[in-house]
């Protein structure tokens, strides 16, 4: 079980930093996934992390913004968002499972289909 929290209200060019913490179960050996859906639209995967590495994947629209993490020590993973944007404003969703990245580091997209493991979302609202 994952849960997702650290989301809010920002204005364009700021940042947050989202947690995913692992209840039940250790992080180490998952790979870890970052979505956001946006109201009206799909679920769009926007970065994860190897289960066995820290090979990283992060989709065109957030390259250079985002930044995933984890510290299993904390049992916890991490999306730092840096220079938000409007268009950045959704609720964003913590996943795991075991080679829930190998498709992304292979194939170039991040898939809902990887997961089996998901969270409840935090929403990110970017506004003036």
């Known amino acids: 079980q994952v849960a997702e929290s650290g989301g809010g209200l920002v204005q364009p060019g700021g940042s947050l930093r989202l947690s995913c913490v692992a209840s039940g179960d250790t992080l180490n050996g998952y790979g870890i996934g970052w979505f956001r859906q946006a109201p009206g639209k799909e679920r769009e995967g926007v970065s994860c992390?190897?289960?066995?590495?820290?090979?990283?994947y992060y989709s065109q629209s957030v390259k250079g913004r985002f930044t995933i993490s984890r510290d299993l020590s904390k049992n916890t993973a991490y999306l730092q968002i840096d220079n938000l944007q409007t268009e950045d404003t959704a609720v964003y969703f913590c996943a795991v499972d075991f080679f829930g990245c190998t498709g992304a580091l292979g194939l170039g997209t991040l898939r809902t289909a990887d997961f089996g493991y998901w969270g409840q979302g935090t929403q990110v609202t970017v506004s003036s």
């Open positions: 992390i190897a289960s066995n590495d820290d090979r990283t």
